[in-house]
């Protein structure tokens, strides 16, 4: 296994239009997480699912904002109705959880660069 | 609401010095997570401190978590080049990892 993986690695799109993102956890990892980033900042939690599920999302994600993994492998991160304050580094984790309360160890893809003009 | 806090922001230094970079906050975690990210690329996973106390160390870097589990150090000794990037914090919070806004580190050779 290669690591977490993430397509594309840079997107510019216009503002108004969708845009999507794919997410490939490691193989056996049972947690997947998406984060945003911005320069200077570390990353912000959006949402996270335990294999197919999803447990948690934050409240940056608004409705436009949709993720999905549905055979609890890979995932997909949409935006709908792009703005230009949705311009930042899009990452995704992974990790392998045995119990509840706990984050593990997290590891991450490379990300997607969206560019919204 | 649970907040990580690293110092110094940014910090350029010659090669060879020493550096530490520090990691506070007012709640206590289950485990710590220093990571190192370069620009344009995910973060980077270098150590988990889990026990109060607890010194791990990775060749010319060394990590600590506080007593209390509520703060951690990175050390570096003998600075390089190649240490230079974006080093983050994380605090293990139930689900999710608390970040810090991160450090900064450019050696200069």
């Known amino acids: 296994d290669t690591g977490v993986s993430q397509n594309p690695r840079h997107k510019i799109t216009k503002r108004g239009q969708n845009v999507t993102f794919r997410c490939d956890p490691i193989?056996?990892?049972?947690?997947l997480y998406w984060y945003r980033q911005t320069l200077g900042q570390g990353p912000e939690f959006l949402t996270y699912f335990q294999n197919e599920a999803q447990l948690e999302k934050s409240r940056l994600l608004s409705d436009r904002f949709s993720a999905e993994r549905p055979k609890g492998s890979f995932s997909t991160l949409e935006i709908q109705r792009t703005e230009q304050g949705d311009s930042a580094m899009y990452l995704c984790a992974s990790s392998l959880a045995y119990t509840e309360g706990t984050s593990y160890e997290q590891y991450f893809g490379p990300g997607t660069r969206l560019t919204v003009t | 609401t649970q907040l990580l806090e690293q110092s110094p922001q940014f910090l350029s230094i010659q090669e060879g010095e020493n550096l530490t970079v520090y990691c506070n906050s007012s709640s206590v975690f289950s485990s710590l997570q220093w990571y190192r990210q370069e620009p344009g690329e995910g973060p980077v996973l270098l150590v988990t401190?889990?026990?109060g106390g607890e010194v791990k160390k990775l060749k010319r870097l060394t990590f600590q978590f506080g007593d209390a589990r509520k703060d951690s150090s990175l050390h570096i000794t003998a600075a390089q080049p190649g240490d230079t990037g974006l080093y983050l914090c994380?605090?293990?919070?139930?689900?999710?990892?608390?970040w810090g806004a991160g450090t900064k580190l450019i050696i200069k050779p």
């Open positions: 994380a605090g293990d919070s139930n689900y999710q990892l608390i």
């Open positions: 193989s056996e990892h049972n947690r």
């Open positions: 401190v889990v026990t």
